[in-house]
């Protein structure tokens, strides 16, 4: 039977340009084809797609929990994952059989060993093979949905040849800049090409620029689309380290507002103040596909949802919390958060990947916390340290700051100091920039705390 690390090794021979971006080379065409010689998998079961710069992994996770709670055998495929690579492709978070991931990897280790004996100069990349995977593990477990997280832009990401039942698109931001363009409005061009032809779009709060494309991609296919502030009345939050107890009003002369006889109320293992809103917009993704789902199930698929490194909670006293938190807004919402359950400025522990404006994100935190140590984001992702060095130091001086830096690429220990200084002088700690450097901490929690 073939493991994990079996076949995570044979992944390694392959381009992957999650770890090392690259312009120009995403190819649908050639999606398509590899989808089609294992029996197009992806045309088995009912799917939804979920694209955005901030967001959309937790709604993703949001959606197939509702559809679990109804009683709908759901897949899940997100990315990047934390610790273990079946974190990507779950059952609705859960991990499958370890037979059920040893038969797909199998058959795609021996597809591709016929495949390229066949067309040896076709080049498949990593993830469009893990892609695959998860297309052909889903058929295999006969999962009646399954919700598919993009893994950069949209138009032309791996995961866009299926054919949803709907769609989602969250916040839009300035990102991947080199691959997905330099304004708002190239990127929501990219990520808009989600949109299919009559498929309903349900839509996050966007920039106006943003909102604009999505309306005329929208428009252009004949898709509806149902944008947030048209038909949320209003959603109260309250936060503790116990959860967020939502209560969800539509308003009652929409389309979506129909569906719901009364507001939904739960509580939300996700602490995040925005993940109020996205659960708003994942109910009515999920009523608006499946009106017969009652609203109980959505609560409890709401309440159900877990996430690895979104504003996890790893030590309550005193605090140290992980989030993979990797633009400017989502990173203020995390210190916004992060400050809201303790009094005490606490300790930062940051990293993040080569193409994210490491100047301006350190204008984030300032007067946040008394000490701020820079590292990289582990051994995977790869990054400027220098330039994030500079940048926060260059940034931290001008504005005569009293906050300390402390910066080293030895990421597992600088992740090791942190915390035992939280520890001893019993200061909270937050740990965010990236996915990767969450998933080191989490590691090493792991060892420290159990």
């Not at 492709?89 to 499958?96: E, P, R, Y």
């Not at 080049?123 to 892609?131: G, M």
């Not at 709907?166 to 839009?172: E, H, T, V």
Request: with cysteine; charged share 20%.
């Amino acid at each position: 039977m073939i493991c994990t690390n079996t076949f995570t090794t044979w992944l390694e021979q392959f381009i992957n340009f999650e770890r090392t971006p690259k312009k120009d080379i995403l190819n649908l065409k050639k999606m398509q084809m590899l989808a089609e010689y294992f029996g197009n998998p992806h045309q088995a079961y009912k799917t939804i797609h979920v694209a955005g710069s901030k967001g959309k992994g937790s709604t993703a996770t949001l959606i197939s929990c509702c559809f679990r709670a109804a009683g709908f055998k759901t897949g899940l495929y997100t990315s990047p994952h934390v610790i273990d690579f079946r974190e990507r492709i779950t059952l609705s978070g859960d991990f499958f059989s370890d037979e059920a991931y040893a038969q797909a990897y199998q058959e795609v280790i021996e597809g591709f060993e016929r495949l390229l004996k066949e067309h040896p100069d076709i080049e498949p990349t990593w993830f469009e093979i893990v892609t695959l995977l998860s297309f052909i593990l889903f058929r295999n477990e006969k999962v009646d949905y399954a919700i598919f997280e993009v893994g950069l832009g949209g138009r032309l990401d791996t995961t866009n040849i299926i054919n949803p039942v709907a769609c989602a698109i969250l916040p839009i931001e300035l990102e991947h800049c080199k691959y997905l363009g330099n304004t708002i409005e190239q990127i929501a061009s990219e990520k808009a090409g989600i949109i299919k032809e009559g498929v309903p779009v349900f839509c996050f709060e966007q920039k106006s620029e943003a909102l604009t494309v999505f309306q005329a991609h929208a428009a252009e296919k004949n898709a509806p689309l149902f944008y947030l502030p048209d038909f949320l009345e209003q959603v109260d939050s309250t936060i503790s380290l116990d959860g967020q107890s939502i209560s969800i009003h539509y308003k009652p002369n929409t389309t979506i507002g129909a569906l719901f006889y009364e507001p939904l109320q739960t509580t939300l293992r996700l602490l995040d103040p925005i993940q109020a809103k996205n659960a708003s917009l994942v109910a009515a993704l999920v009523k608006y596909c499946n009106p017969n789902i009652e609203n109980a199930h959505i609560e409890k698929g709401l309440h159900a949802a877990r996430l690895f490194a979104r504003f996890e909670v790893l030590h309550t006293e005193p605090l140290i919390v992980i989030d993979g938190a990797h633009t400017e807004n989502s990173l203020r919402l995390t210190v916004q958060t992060f400050q809201n359950l303790t009094t005490k400025k606490g300790l930062l522990v940051f990293a993040c990947a080569e193409d994210k404006p490491s100047d301006i994100l350190a204008q984030v935190f300032e007067n946040k916390f008394d000490t701020i140590y820079l590292t990289i984001p582990g051994s995977f992702k790869k990054s400027n340290f220098a330039k994030l060095t500079q940048d926060f130091t260059a940034y931290f001086d001008s504005k005569n700051s009293r906050q300390k830096i402390v910066h080293s690429d030895d990421y597992t220990s600088v992740i090791e100091q942190a915390i035992n200084e939280g520890l001893r002088t019993k200061t909270p700690v937050l740990i965010t920039g990236s996915f990767y450097l969450a998933g080191e901490a989490k590691q090493y929690a792991r060892s420290r705390f159990q």
